[in-house]
């Protein structure tokens, strides 16, 4: 298999698109601009704040799924960038270090430009920020919504034998951003801490994981909100004349996957050799026998269930994680 995985990385840099990986961050002070959780004593306590790197460009900037009719009277969904709207779920489960609960947050951008490997409409991030029972937190996972680009970032709160084998001391580089590999929680720990999560120009590829204040985040850089909703609001978004439709396909052999997320460099580029014609097209969370697609986070066919971001503890076990 190894001349399989060689050759497509040999594609890859051939056709340049493994560029986006390796492109110095963006150093525009003036245009970064930081989304902040809107203020509600009801709202998840550990929502990120999220800091946008070239804020002049509207694809650059989390939206918020949208729906209306075309000027053929046909319904079409997009991702509007005039306001933020990010996604929640929460659960719990409990493993052999006690009982861990989870925040998800949901963020789209209305596209990825060309002529980057992801180029396409609605695509989106995850970012999994998993607690303990102090409600500090112990790992943060990041990942697109198609599956790719998964990073784990584990505090120091994380417990020392719950790491991957052979994990790093300081730093990780994933698809060529240099990450950290442990985070240290300031001492002492305020509650009103909040990861800061800085996406990259275009690709909204993660590229910095920190924590701030809310102060520090709105004093460093100009800032907006952003609002929260539920998971399930994805599927009752509005049309103009009152009706709702689903930011996902509900029926038929594209149920689950995101509409209008067509990924035509990834199903080129990748989709033979990964046996997927749809990779790179984002999905629905949750369990594969409602949402009709496997969340899956490894490319190897052979993982693919097995790799599903759903449910959760089994996707933390496959990667090694010990909770």
């Known amino acids: 298999m190894k001349h399989i995985w060689?050759?497509?990385?040999?594609?890859?840099?051939?056709?340049?698109?493994?560029?986006?990986?390796?492109?110095p961050p963006p150093t525009r002070p003036a245009e970064t601009l930081t989304y902040l959780p809107e203020s509600s004593p009801a709202l998840p306590a550990h929502a990120p704040v999220l800091v946008i790197t070239e804020a002049d460009r509207p694809e650059n900037l989390p939206g918020t799924p949208s729906a209306r009719y075309d000027v053929n009277g046909e319904e079409t969904v997009f991702v509007d960038p005039q306001h933020a709207t990010v996604y929640f779920h929460q659960e719990s489960f409990t493993g052999r270090h006690g009982r861990f609960y989870h925040?998800?947050?949901?963020?789209?951008?209305?596209?990825?430009?060309?002529?980057?490997?992801?180029?396409?409409?609605n695509g989106g991030v995850f970012i999994l920020i998993t607690y303990d029972q102090r409600r500090r937190p112990v790992l943060i996972t990041t990942v697109h919504t198609c599956g790719c680009y998964?990073?784990?970032?584990?505090?120091?709160?994380?417990?020392?034998?719950?790491?991957?084998?052979d994990w790093p001391q300081t730093t990780q580089t994933v698809y060529g951003i240099t990450l950290p590999a442990r985070l240290t929680v300031p001492e002492p720990y305020d509650p009103a801490l909040r990861l800061q999560i800085t996406f990259r120009s275009r690709t909204h590829r993660v590229m910095q994981v920190s924590f701030t204040r809310l102060t520090a985040a709105r004093s460093r850089f100009g800032s907006r909100t952003y609002t929260l909703q539920p998971l399930p609001a994805l599927r009752r978004l509005r049309l103009p004349d009152g009706r709702t439709t689903s930011f996902f396909h509900e029926h038929g052999g594209r149920k689950g996957y995101v509409k209008g997320a067509f990924k035509p460099l990834e199903m080129l580029l990748m989709g033979w050799w990964a046996l997927d014609f749809r990779i790179g097209q984002d999905k629905r969370f949750g369990s594969p026998a409602e949402t009709g697609?496997?969340?899956?986070?490894?490319?190897?066919?052979?993982?693919?269930?097995?790799?599903?971001?759903?449910?959760?503890?089994?996707?933390?076990?496959?990667?090694?994680?010990?909770?």
Do not use: Q
């Open 6 to 23: 060689f050759s497509a990385f040999l594609l890859l840099e051939l056709f340049g698109l493994g560029g986006c990986a390796t492109i």
């Open 103 to 121: 925040e998800l947050y949901r963020v789209h951008f209305a596209r990825v430009p060309g002529w980057h490997l992801t180029m396409g409409k």
């Open 150 to 165: 998964l990073a784990f970032i584990p505090t120091s709160d994380m417990p020392a034998d719950a790491y991957p084998d």
């Open 293 to 323: 697609v496997i969340l899956y986070t490894s490319l190897k066919p052979w993982h693919r269930s097995a790799s599903n971001l759903w449910p959760l503890e089994r996707f933390f076990a496959f990667w090694g994680w010990r909770l």
